[in-house]
């Protein structure tokens, strides 16, 4: 089938919940991807931050061929190996001692909302529940990960919402201890926010939420669905700011293409959960897990957080330089490969003018680009976008 035929049969079957481009993407490698009508395309989108080794590694295709001749599915009712393996590499790369896999970031964040409130329950008392989240986060689409999210507009229409969030502007120390209360449990933030618009937190308000956390009895969670797994040059955002958090969540870029997102938490919050308390079906199962072990050793082995911090400096540069040229360019923002060009008007316009070009881009909030490309991005590559979105900057 071909773009416009594959469009109209999804109008027709498929739920209409995004607003999508018009075409529909049958293959990629590497950093292009091709559409239905066989034209090529720069990818820097990566599936929203989830392609970080790019597409169809052949390392990860492998792990997923082998494991899928071998066992595609185990409950958790036995020992699963590749399950294991990951665990192992990310507690040995992290400053964290357990993890909990499920199968997306709506759902690693369950689990660390769930895990806070049982280990604050168990420490520090029963009336301790609430969790204080950022203006501008997101956390996912589940109605406690919605309710998480610090902006309205995924509120609206799902009332009533799930008791025990507030929310206070990032990077607002003061703001943040004023909202501490009685049953405050846990802070919840993304080191680098991503779709609210590319922000990232600032190494004061870091460093004093895991102070504050330290004073007060709280529980510091970090999101890094979006943001880890190298992507800002680190391999987990956190470290950027010499702090170690209680409960990270990943998800996203985790099993290279395949759908896993994890929870991990320190020793001591990991046991507050007991057998029974949180389960997943699908959760860490071999053939995503398989996957996520090839995904995670090929970002650890090609040195793909080096190459996001270099090509994200390289990257930043040239994205500096068309701020030079175009005055409605208002600022250039983010860490390593997770960077935003900030416009004083709507960029919907410019998507579609690289799109229709070659280049695959993506907003985060109205007036922000977002550029997050595969890990392994080339100099040449950075170049060749560049000059698309020069082209469309021009004629926007
Ligand atoms: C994408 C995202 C989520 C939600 O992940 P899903 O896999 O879509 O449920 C949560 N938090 C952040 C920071 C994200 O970017």
Redesign the pocket.
């Known amino acids: 089938m071909r773009n416009l035929e594959i469009k109209e049969e999804g109008q027709k079957y498929v739920m209409n919940t995004y607003g999508r481009l018009p075409l529909a993407v049958v293959r990629g490698k590497g950093a292009y991807v091709w559409d239905a009508d066989g034209k090529e395309y720069l990818d820097f989108v990566s599936g929203?931050?989830v392609n970080n080794v790019g597409h169809c590694h052949p390392k990860v295709v492998e792990a997923i061929a082998n494991q899928a001749e071998t066992l595609l599915h185990c409950s958790n009712l036995y020992w699963i190996e590749s399950q294991v393996k990951l665990a192992k590499i990310l507690v040995e790369n992290s400053d964290f001692d357990k993890v909990f896999f499920c199968n997306?970031?709506?759902?690693?964040?369950e689990g660390a909302v769930k895990l806070a409130r049982k280990y604050a329950k168990q420490h520090w008392g029963e009336d301790k529940y609430e969790i204080i989240t950022m203006k501008k986060?997101?956390?996912?689409?589940?109605l406690a990960?919605l309710t998480a999210t610090g902006q309205e507009k995924f509120h609206k229409g799902f009332e009533p919402l799930p008791q025990g969030f507030s929310y206070v502007p990032f990077n607002d120390l003061e703001a943040l201890e004023k909202a501490i209360g009685p049953h405050t449990c846990a802070v919840m933030l993304?080191p680098v926010?991503?779709?609210g618009g590319v922000l990232p937190g600032e190494d004061a308000f870091i460093k004093g939420v895991r102070k504050i956390c330290d004073e007060k009895d709280l529980l510091f969670i970090v999101?890094?669905?979006?943001?880890g797994l190298g992507r800002t040059g680190k391999l987990f955002a956190y470290q950027h700011y010499g702090v170690e958090p209680d409960i990270m969540?990943l998800?996203?870029a985790l099993g290279g293409g395949a759908?896993i997102?994890a929870m991990l938490a320190k020793e001591k919050v990991a046991a507050g959960f007991k057998p029974g308390d949180h389960a997943s079906t699908f959760g860490g199962n071999p053939l995503v897990t398989a996957a996520g072990v090839a995904a995670l050793n090929v970002i650890l082995e090609e040195d793909l957080v080096h190459n996001a911090e270099v090509m994200g400096e390289y990257l930043m540069c040239k994205l500096e330089g068309l701020k030079k040229k175009f005055n409605f360019i208002k600022e250039i923002r983010g860490k390593g490969l997770l960077l935003g060009m900030e416009c004083a008007k709507e960029v919907s316009g410019i998507i579609e003018a690289c799109l229709e070009k070659g280049l695959l881009l993506i907003n985060a909030g109205p007036n922000v680009l977002r550029f997050i490309p595969p890990l392994n991005i080339t100099f040449e590559q950075v170049d060749r976008a560049a000059v698309i979105l020069e082209e469309a900057l021009a004629a926007s």
């Open positions: 929203i931050a997306s970031g709506a759902e690693a964040n986060s997101f956390h996912g689409r589940t990960t993304e926010q991503g779709e999101d890094e669905v979006q943001c969540t998800a996203k759908p997102g």
